[in-house]
C-alpha cells in the first residue's frame, strides 16, 4: 500500500525529466560532448557548420534510390579530392582565378556559392542544407531542397527524362544531366530539318 | 469488194491469233519463270483479311512475309504479331511546356518504324505556334527552320495519331482494313488497304498518309524488328500512321516509343492509362491537361499538357 501511495511521487518528476530530454534543442555550443564506445567522455570542437540543426536523420522516411548513370563530370576532374586533398579550404566569395575559370555562375548567383552545394572539407561530397552529406549521384536531393514541385514531378516520371520499359525498369537522368547546374537554363539547340513541301521532290 | 473483205478477214484472223498467243505467253510469264517470287505474289494476293487468318494460315503469312522482307533488305527481319497485353490502355502525354521543337522525335520515329525517305513520310508533325495566339492553328507553321530553336514568342506542339477512342477513321474504311485494337491503337492491315485515302480524308489530324510511290528505305537503315501492324516495310498505293511504336511498346517488358525514347527535355509521356500508378495517370489527374480537337468528340488518348 504505501509503495503505492507514494509512486506518483517518483513517477511525475521522472516523467518530466523524460520529457525534458526529448524535447529541450541541444546548446549551440562548438563544445560537443559525446561518449565513445568504452564509455570515455570525449569534448569535440565543431564548426557552426557542423552543428547547424538538423532535423532527425534517423526518422526522416528514407528516399527511394533512383537508378542514374554516372553524373556527368567534366574529363579528369572527379574526385575532386585528387586536387583539393592538400589545398587549404578557402569559404571566401572570390573571383576563381586558377582553377574551375570555366564555371560561370548563373544560379541565383547572389544568394549563393560554390560550398553552398560543394561541402567545404569533403569536396567529393555534396552538402545539404541539412548538413548531410551525399553523393554526386544522388544530387537530385541537393536540387530537390529548393525546387521541391521538379522533385516530386521527377520522382513520378512527369518532370525530365526517363528511359528503359514503359512496363518494367526505368533508367531516370540526374537534373545536371540535361541542365548545368551553375547555368541550367536549357539552352536552344540546332532543329533537325522540316518536311519537304509537297510537290518538292517532283520535278 | 470480196479481196479487201477477204483482207479484212485475214488481219482479223491473224490478230486474234496473236492475241490468243500473248495471253498464253502473259499466263507463261507469270507462272513459270521464278516460281518462288511469283508464289509470294499470288499467296500475297489471296490473302485474308488479318482477324480472319487461322493460326496456321497466319504462320505462313509471316514465314512469306519474313522470307521476301529478308531477301529485299539482305538482313534477318522478324514481323511479329503479338496480341494487345490484357488490362492495359496506352496513354501519351506531351509537355507543351517543354517541347522546343527540335524534330528529333520526328527523325528517330522514321528510323524506328522504316518510313519511305522517297518520297517522304513523316508521321510526326511539329508545328510551331504563336504563344500570343495559343493553340490556333491558323497561325501553325511546320516548314519552321531556324538555326536555333526554341525562337522567342513560340512554342511548338508536335502532333501525330492521337489514338482516338472514337476513331474517325476506322468507320470509313469500306473494307475494314484498318481499326482499334483492344489496348487502343488503330493499326493498319497494309495487305488489306486498297489505297483508296478514305481514311486520310476523316482523319482531323492529318495523322494518316499514303505512299503515294514505291517506298524508298535503304536496306542500312531499316529496323529489322517489325509488327505486322506496325512497322513492317509498306507496299505503294497504302495508308500508314502511328501505332504508339507497336513492335517495341507491347512486348513484356516493352520499350518507351522511340519519340518518347529520344526527346532531349523529356516531354514525352507514355503508359498505361489502366494502371492508376502509371506516369499518365499522375499526369491527368496533376497537371493542366487539354486534347487536340476536343469538340469533334474523337476522344483521343493523346494528351498536351503543361507540367508548369
Not at chain 1, 516523467?15 to 564509455?39: H, I, M, N, T, W
Not at chain 1, 521538379?150 to 540526374?174: E, P
Not at chain 2, 522514321?110 to 490556333?136: A, F, Y
Not at chain 2, 501492324?229 to 522511340?258: D, H, M, S, W
Request: net charge positive; charged share 25%.
Amino acid at each position: 500500500m504505501k509503495t503505492r501511495k507514494y509512486a506518483h511521487k517518483i513517477l511525475i518528476p521522472g516523467a518530466c525529466v523524460l520529457v525534458q530530454l526529448l524535447f529541450v534543442p541541444e546548446s549551440y555550443s562548438s563544445r560537443v560532448k559525446e561518449f565513445d564506445r568504452s564509455g570515455q567522455l570525449v569534448v569535440t570542437e565543431k564548426t557552426a557548420a557542423e552543428l547547424q540543426p538538423t532535423y532527425n536523420i534517423k526518422n526522416r522516411q528514407s528516399e527511394k534510390i533512383f537508378p542514374v548513370p554516372r553524373p556527368p563530370f567534366s574529363e579528369g576532374i572527379f574526385p575532386c579530392s585528387q586536387c583539393h586533398a592538400g589545398m587549404k579550404p578557402n569559404p571566401q566569395r572570390r573571383v576563381l582565378k586558377d582553377y574551375h575559370e570555366d564555371i560561370v555562375l548563373h544560379h541565383a548567383e547572389g544568394q549563393r556559392w560554390c560550398t553552398d552545394c560543394h561541402n567545404l572539407l569533403n569536396r567529393d561530397k555534396l552538402r545539404l542544407v541539412s548538413g548531410e552529406l551525399i553523393d554526386f549521384e544522388e544530387s537530385y536531393r541537393l536540387c530537390g531542397q529548393c525546387h521541391g514541385d521538379k522533385f516530386r514531378d521527377w520522382k513520378v516520371g512527369i518532370h525530365g527524362k526517363r528511359t528503359g520499359y514503359w512496363n518494367g525498369d526505368k533508367q531516370y537522368l540526374l537534373c545536371v544531366h540535361c541542365h548545368n547546374p551553375h547555368d541550367p537554363k536549357f539552352k536552344p539547340i540546332k532543329p533537325l530539318p522540316p518536311p519537304q513541301r509537297p510537290g518538292a521532290a517532283r520535278h | 469488194m470480196s479481196d479487201t473483205k477477204k483482207c479484212d478477214h485475214h488481219v482479223l484472223h491473224k490478230s486474234r491469233r496473236k492475241v490468243l498467243k500473248g495471253l498464253a505467253a502473259g499466263i507463261g510469264l507469270i507462272v513459270l519463270p521464278g516460281r518462288e517470287a511469283s508464289a509470294s505474289v499470288w499467296e500475297s494476293f489471296f490473302q485474308k483479311h488479318f482477324r480472319e487468318l487461322s493460326r496456321d494460315e497466319l504462320k505462313d503469312v509471316i514465314k512469306r512475309l519474313e522470307r521476301d522482307y529478308s531477301k529485299q533488305y539482305a538482313k534477318q527481319v522478324t514481323v511479329k504479331t503479338t496480341p494487345p497485353i490484357e488490362g492495359v490502355r496506352y496513354g501519351y502525354g506531351l509537355d507543351l511546356s517543354r517541347c522546343i521543337g527540335c524534330r528529333r522525335c520526328v527523325y528517330a520515329c522514321v528510323g524506328e518504324n522504316n518510313q519511305s525517305r522517297d518520297p517522304q513520310i513523316h508521321w510526326i508533325r511539329v508545328m510551331q505556334l504563336d504563344k500570343e495566339k495559343g493553340v490556333d492553328l491558323s497561325h501553325a507553321e511546320h516548314y519552321y527552320n531556324p538555326v536555333e530553336v526554341p525562337e522567342k514568342g513560340h512554342f511548338y506542339m508536335p502532333v501525330q495519331c492521337q489514338q482516338c477512342e472514337k476513331p474517325p477513321c476506322t468507320k470509313v474504311c469500306p473494307v475494314q482494313a484498318t481499326w482499334k485494337e483492344n489496348d487502343g491503337i488503330v493499326v493498319v492491315d497494309y495487305n488489306w488497304c486498297i489505297g483508296c485515302r478514305y481514311c486520310m480524308a476523316a482523319c482531323p489530324y492529318g495523322a494518316r498518309h499514303f505512299n503515294w510511290g514505291k517506298p524508298k528505305l535503304p536496306s542500312n537503315e531499316m529496323n529489322p524488328n517489325t509488327h505486322y501492324l506496325g512497322n513492317r516495310p509498306r507496299p505503294k498505293g497504302v495508308v500508314e500512321k502511328c501505332t504508339f511504336c507497336i513492335q517495341r511498346t507491347r512486348e513484356q517488358p516493352g520499350r518507351y516509343p522511340a519519340c518518347a525514347e529520344i526527346c532531349p527535355v523529356g516531354a514525352r509521356k507514355f503508359g498505361n492509362l489502366l494502371d492508376p500508378g502509371s506516369e499518365m495517370r499522375y499526369l491527368i489527374e496533376n497537371k493542366r491537361v487539354f486534347i487536340f480537337k476536343e469538340d469533334l468528340n474523337t476522344q483521343p488518348k493523346f494528351y498536351y499538357f503543361y507540367a508548369t
